[in-house]
């Protein structure tokens, strides 16, 4: 499979605890982005990455949050003592480059804080 | 007030119809248009990219931009059942490196067999 992946597909936590998600892009994609929607929205963007330099944040993104890419390929996003307003689907998506904005979405990561 | 503002619906309409879905956006220095389908509880999926104004036809979808009136639209012809989902359109500035997208709510389309 030559598409986004993402891991885990779901995740379940309590409150208070610490989360992390994985995101494969398409390879040779440079950019990858993470973006988060909540029910009844559209996504909304969190960060973006150009290889391994993570280049804006968006104001969604507190400092309970952080995202890497550590060698330009995978990234993970890391969310620290979750509260319930958290849960949301996850949505990682990449791009080829610079002139290229067409971006390709995974399937998600469902976040459920009880 | 949002920058990009969708009709969340729903809309229903009946195999074969045609279906017209539309976005409005506020901010003109957008220059990247996409539409995006989306199924229940799965990532959204790239149907049609476009450039600045005009139209672009793929099969049975045409996608259309009118940047003067800051308005954009998604026609499906002869739509259906498969056709039901939620339709997000997207949107990204002419400038910067980063190229995010900026999402209407999404529209939620049912094609009644």
């Known amino acids: 499979d030559t598409g986004v992946s993402q891991d885990p597909r779901h995740k379940i936590t309590k409150r208070g605890q610490n989360v992390t998600f994985r995101c494969d892009p398409i390879s040779e994609h440079n950019r990858l982005y993470w973006y988060r929607q909540t029910l009844g929205q559209g996504p909304e963007f969190l960060t973006y990455f150009q290889n391994e330099a993570q280049l804006e944040k968006s104001r969604l993104l507190s400092d309970r949050f952080s995202a890497e890419r550590p060698k330009g390929s995978f990234s993970t996003l890391e969310i620290q003592r979750t509260e319930q307003g958290d849960s949301a689907m996850y949505l990682c998506a990449s791009s080829p480059g610079q002139g290229n904005t067409e971006a390709f979405f995974g399937q998600g990561t469902r976040l459920t804080v009880v | 007030q949002k920058e990009v503002e969708q009709d969340p619906g729903p809309l229903s309409v009946p195999e074969g119809a045609i279906v017209s879905l539309n976005c409005t956006y506020s901010?003109?220095?957008?220059?990247?248009f996409m539409w995006y389908r989306q199924y229940s509880r799965k990532g959204p999926e790239l149907l049609m990219y476009?450039?600045?104004?005009g139209n672009k036809e793929d099969g049975r979808f045409t996608a259309q931009v009118d940047k003067s009136s800051k308005y954009i639209s998604l026609f499906i012809r002869d739509s259906q059942p498969s056709d039901s989902a939620t339709y997000l359109c997207?949107?990204?500035?002419?400038?910067?490196?980063?190229?995010?997208?900026?999402f209407g709510s999404g529209t939620q389309l049912t094609v009644l067999p």
């Open positions: 997207a949107m990204s500035l002419s400038s910067g490196s980063a190229r995010q997208l900026t």
């Open positions: 476009t450039y600045s104004s």
């Open positions: 901010n003109s220095a957008f220059q990247y």
